[in-house]
């Protein structure tokens, strides 16, 4: 009899505490933004390169102009789960707030099986075309913030295409792609990137451990093993982000990422990937020309634009977004996982921290 009252009591409180999140997140104000949201890498129906935007989006109560959700089937332009159709035409209203391309990479005949080996094979759809950048530019006014992620520039894009995003950005694509992997010998690394070593090299992929891998646009590999860095590849602010955005805190960011630059100082770099190196690892990039502190997040205030040099919208999992709670009741509900910690510490409040300037701006 004891323990019912005890039970109950504590059972009350465990409902109320779960209602909370959902309550206050109904109390929240809607905020509308007209959107364009650009994946052509979508094989699947995990919606994985843009699934965390649109998280973003329900969890920030983002809008179209009829008060509806924007839907993560049917709100972007680009491959559909199941059709080969591989039309590459767009359609972009005017008068956007928001065109975000997420990922031009494509879709291949392996990956429509899922892939798990990480093969490559044929192109079946995919690349940023001249149309495609044509219609974004034509659709992009005075008061449109454009956002690119990687890979929008990189293979399979064309060069000449690649060369007219860069001037519209301002930004310089150095080549270079890298990742971190926790451990070079698990099947997280796929098979064509131990292939193209064991080509290039002539030796077998027999590495362990913790490792930073480097790919260039003629597919040469370069591997940093465990005695050449110290630690994964964190998220910093640079000062400029650091006044920017207040509630973006440092993280591990896991996924690919791209090696560019600012033209000049009209752009501005609020955001870079920071890497341990040992002195060892320091040498071996300073001989390729790889710089050691890599622009995450480049700027260009006037033109309202934003490079992500990474695979920023890009999640395996998703949560329940119809919650508002501090980030640390997210830590404590054991709803963070280490290869989200870059989403919840990063990306959400960045995003957050752009909405806001964009409604801001339109009503200035």
């Known amino acids: 009899m004891k323990i019912r009252y005890i039970v109950i009591p504590i059972m009350l409180v465990v409902f109320i505490l779960s209602l909370t999140p959902w309550g206050l997140w109904l109390l929240k104000k809607e905020v509308s933004i007209e959107m364009t949201v650009i994946d052509k890498t979508v094989p699947q129906t995990d919606y994985r390169e843009h699934l965390a935007l649109f998280w973003v989006n329900k969890h920030l109560k983002l809008t179209k102009p009829d008060g509806s959700f924007y839907e993560i089937e049917k709100d972007y332009q680009g491959y559909k789960p199941g059709n080969r159709n591989t039309e590459t035409t767009l359609t972009i209203p005017q008068n956007q707030g928001i065109i975000y391309v997420t990922d031009t990479y494509g879709v291949y005949n392996e990956d429509i099986e899922g ?91 027999e590495f362990s451990g913790k490792g930073l891998v480097f790919l260039n646009d003629n597919d040469h590999v370069i591997v940093l093993d465990k005695d050449e860095i110290k630690g994964a590849v964190e998220f910093h602010l640079t000062d400029a982000g650091l006044e920017k955005y207040p509630k973006v805190r440092n993280s591990i960011y896991g996924y690919w990422f791209d090696i560019v630059s600012p033209v000049d100082d009209s752009s501005v770099v609020e955001a870079n990937y920071h890497v341990a190196y040992t002195n060892k690892g320091k040498k071996k990039l300073l001989e390729l020309g790889i710089p050691t502190t890599i622009p995450a997040v480049i700027h260009h205030e006037q033109n309202r634009t934003y490079y992500f040099a990474g695979d920023f919208a890009d999640i395996s999992t998703n949560h ?39 409604k801001r701006k339109d009503y200035d």
């Open 115 to 205: 892939n798990p080996l990480g093969k490559r094979s044929d192109l079946l759809y995919g690349g940023l075309t001249i149309f495609d950048w044509n219609n974004v530019m034509s659709a992009k006014n005075d008061n449109t913030t454009l956002i690119l992620e990687f890979n929008t520039i990189a293979s399979p894009t064309a060069p000449f295409v690649r060369d007219i995003v860069e001037k519209n950005m301002g930004i310089i694509w150095t080549g270079w792609i890298g990742r971190y992997f926790p451990n070079l010998n698990s099947l997280e690394v796929p098979i064509w990137l131990k292939e193209n070593y064991e080509k290039q090299y002539g030796e077998k992929w």
């Open 320 to 358: 329940q977004s119809h919650w508002v709670l501090p980030l640390p009741f997210y830590w404590v509900m054991g709803l963070i996982n280490k290869d989200e910690n870059f989403f919840w510490r990063s990306y959400i409040p960045l995003m957050e921290k752009i909405y806001e300037d964009i």
